[in-house]
Structure formats: structure tokens, C-alpha cells
């Protein structure tokens, strides 16, 4: 199964997918957002992602109670929904330029939607494909939307229930969606390993039979490369710039070295797997003379006993196998060897 975003293949016959999320690590400046898509492209990633939405498409305008944060772990703790998202959102008219710039560097660009009218908006700047966040798997509306559109669609999953999974999936491909992708997601900002569970990953690919990655917001790139070996093919992680210079996602987002990192490690693990085999490598082969075989200790002459003092197992690997040690010790020499000689089968026949 392979699926193409903007002409890129996707699938385990293909290098992981890196997505690089923006998200609001701009800080309200167009020049750090295009600095970001530079930096991305210059780490070798992929693809740089955005979020369409504006605070009042996204919540009221209505302090405290249930709109502000009270969790005191969160880290926008005591905000004002409203505000935050105000904060944090790409204005709409920067995507344009944005996406410009990264077709200049070779780079696919597309968005989050977080309402219809963000589907909308994005359809009229043609982006390759849609992708779902995961607090918005259980809008139903939206997913049906951006999967009316054809284009490839990617769901985070995180919070969902199985049941939830099968709703949002069910929309996605009644509403026309042939292009589907699920990345595992945990909804805590950071998000522990021990919190993570990409042994889920699999499990999702069978369920739904479809191509499924991991949306990872972990400290570090280790569970980003932990989870190709359990077939994740599409990797997102937050970026910035600078996590000293701050942002809304700064605190859990890759710096530019670590994205690089990401992108050559995670390459790395997808070679690695391979395929079930034994024996050398053809790569192996030149290597096999350097295990260990049958030779002579000391000079030998027809007649003489083999014993552990005449014969042992050594390196070089061109004697015969150490299997044979055993049956050779206590019988004669048919002929005479010299120290440091390759004990072959020929020889002992």
C-alpha cells in the first residue's frame, strides 16, 4: 500500500514521511514563519504543515469559568482560550507567501483546517492534502468536508476512543477519502515515552488498513525512530527555531539540528528493517574468513594423534568448521601439517 502527498510516496517501501509542524512557533512575525519553512527545508524535511483557524472560529470570546486553563501542569495555564488562540494562530493572509516560499525550497506545504471555512480557504490555495488534529477527530462536519475534497487526509488520533477512530474513519472514507493516514498521537503537551504506546501503531494499520504514523510530541527524536520499526511511515513533530527564544509550542518542539537528526535517524531505521534472514549478507562475505576454524598448533606428523595441543579453534575461518573438533581428537593423521596450517576436510579424508 503506498499513497502520494504532492507526487511523494508514502509507504513501507519509502523513507519515513517528516512533517515539521509550525503551528504557532512564528510568534506573530511573517519573517520567523518563513525562517522556520527555511530552516525546515535545510533540515531535510519533508513537509512544513500550518494551522488554519482564527480565534473566534475556534471558541467564544467569554473569560473565565470553562474558558480559561486551569490546569496549573498545562503549559498555558491561566490563559484565556480565546486569547491563546489568538496568540498562537497563522494569520490567514501569511499561507500564501508561506506556501510559496516552500515550493521554492522543494518543500510540500499544507494545513490543519480547524473549521469548514479553513477547508474552504485552503482548497482555494490548492494544498496536497488535509490533515485532522487530533482534538478535532470527533468533528465529524469537518472530516467530512476535507474528505470531500479527494485529497489525501491525515487524522491524529489522540484521545480518541476506538470507537470514535471507527466514526471519524467511516466519515472519511463515505465522504469520499481514498488517501488515509492515522498518526498515533498522545494529547499532552509535552507527552512522556512511557505515555506513548507505539506498539498501537500496528494495531491501528490492521484495524483500519491504512497507512499510520506517529504525531509526537515526546521531548527528543527517540520515539520518533522507535516507532519505524513498528511501521510508522509519516513522523510529525512540532518545530522551531529556538526553544530560548519561546512561542506557544516552543517548549516541546525540535530545534533545527534535531529535526536534521530526525530526518537522517529515522531514514536510518526504516534501512534497518530489511526483511527476515539468515546466513551472510552478500555484504557479510568478505567477513566470513575472519570467524573461527580448525588449525594446527603444532607440527604434526602422519600418524600422530590429534589432541587439543595439535589442533585448535582460531581465527582465520579457513579450516574446517569447529563442529568437527570433536570427532578429529584421538584419531591419527593421515599425513603431516605444519604449524599454523588450515586443518580442511579434503585433508582428513
Not at 277 to 305: C, M, N, W
Amino acid at each position: 500500500m503506498t499513497i502520494h502527498i504532492a507526487g511523494r510516496p508514502i509507504g513501507a517501501e519509502h523513507p519515513p514521511f517528516v512533517i515539521a509542524e509550525m503551528s504557532g512557533n512564528h510568534n506573530q512575525s511573517l519573517d520567523r514563519a518563513l525562517a522556520i519553512v527555511d530552516a525546515a527545508a535545510a533540515a531535510g524535511a519533508h513537509a512544513i504543515k500550518l494551522q488554519t483557524y482564527t480565534a473566534d472560529t475556534m471558541t467564544l470570546d467569554v473569560r473565565g469559568g470553562s474558558f480559561k486553563i486551569s490546569d496549573p501542569d498545562s503549559l498555558w495555564s491561566g490563559q484565556n482560550l480565546h486569547d491563546l488562540y489568538k496568540q498562537a494562530h497563522t494569520p490567514w493572509e501569511w499561507h500564501a507567501p508561506i506556501m510559496k516560499r516552500a515550493r521554492e525550497l522543494g518543500l510540500i506545504c499544507f494545513s490543519s483546517p480547524f473549521d469548514e471555512t479553513a477547508v474552504d480557504f485552503l482548497e482555494e490555495l490548492d494544498v496536497p492534502a488535509f490533515k485532522i488534529a487530533s482534538f478535532e477527530n470527533n468533528h465529524l462536519p469537518l472530516i467530512e468536508k476535507a474528505a470531500s475534497t479527494g485529497k489525501p487526509l491525515i487524522i491524529s488520533t489522540g484521545m480518541a476512543s476506538l470507537g470514535e477512530l471507527e466514526q471519524a474513519v467511516a466519515a472519511a472514507r463515505e465522504a469520499g477519502c481514498l488517501d488515509l493516514v492515522l498518526l498515533k498521537c498522545t494529547s499532552t503537551y509535552p507527552a512522556s515515552p512511557a505515555n506513548t504506546n507505539i506498539r498501537t501503531i500496528p494495531h491501528l494499520r490492521e484495524l483500519f488498513g491504512c497507512e499510520v504514523g506517529l504525531s509526537d510530541h515526546t521531548m527528543g527524536v527517540g520515539v520518533s525512530v522507535a516507532s519505524v520499526a513498528l511501521g510508522a511511515t509519516v513522523i510529525e513533530k512540532h518545530f522551531t527555531l529556538s526553544r530560548a527564544e519561546g512561542g506557544v509550542d516552543s517548549v516541546f518542539s525540535l530545534e533545527p539540528q534535531e529535526l536534521a537528526a530526525l530526518v537522517q535517524e529515522s531514514e536510518r531505521a526504516w534501512q534497518a528493517l530489511g526483511q527476515v534472514r539468515y546466513g551472510p549478507t552478500e555484504a557479510e562475505r568478505k567477513s566470513l574468513q575472519f570467524r573461527r576454524s580448525i588449525y594446527v598448533a603444532a607440527d604434526i606428523d602422519e600418524g600422530d594423534v590429534f589432541t587439543t595441543a595439535n589442533l585448535r579453534i582460531v581465527r582465520p575461518g579457513h579450516g574446517a568448521p569447529p563442529h568437527l573438533l570433536e570427532m578429529l581428537l584421538g584419531r591419527q593423521a593421515r599425513r603431516s601439517f605444519q604449524r599454523g596450517a588450515a586443518l580442511s576436510l579434503d585433508q582428513l579424508l
